[in-house]
């Protein structure tokens, strides 16, 4: 898998869990992406794409959450992470010639899905400061 591939996927699943959740705050471990995601490599490596998909998202306006920290589980933490009000309007969009809305692709559970999913998000948000 390439490493935008990864991010696509990775972005895709953490979205879906948030849009899934709607505006409760929840945890989020790098252990469940990592084994989700079956990518082998250093887990290390792939601690630090979390951590930084995660930056990404907030700095993008998708999420908020209260910090980043080491769980005694020895993966990467994010407390108290929410969607935003941005994160929900942007779950509404269509996606693909399917025309579905993002927060349905979001719930197909599927690998494919996932990755479309994170594509989107990322060609989004870029159209939208296109807009601007």
Known sequence: MSELDLQNEL???IFARLVAVGVRR????????YEALNE???????????????IWLHDEGLVRFDGISNSVKST???DFCQIT????????KPIGTDNLPARQVATSDTT?????LGAFLGSALGNLAKAF
């Open 26 to 33: 929840i945890s989020l471990e790098s252990s469940d992406f």
């Open 76 to 78: 990467v933490e994010i």
């Open 40 to 54: 082998p490599g250093d887990y290390r490596d792939f601690e630090d794409v979390f951590c930084d998909m995660m």
């Open 85 to 92: 009000s941005l994160g929900l309007a942007v779950s509404e």
């Open 112 to 116: 494919e899905g996932y990755a479309k």
């Open 11 to 13: 972005r895709g699943r």
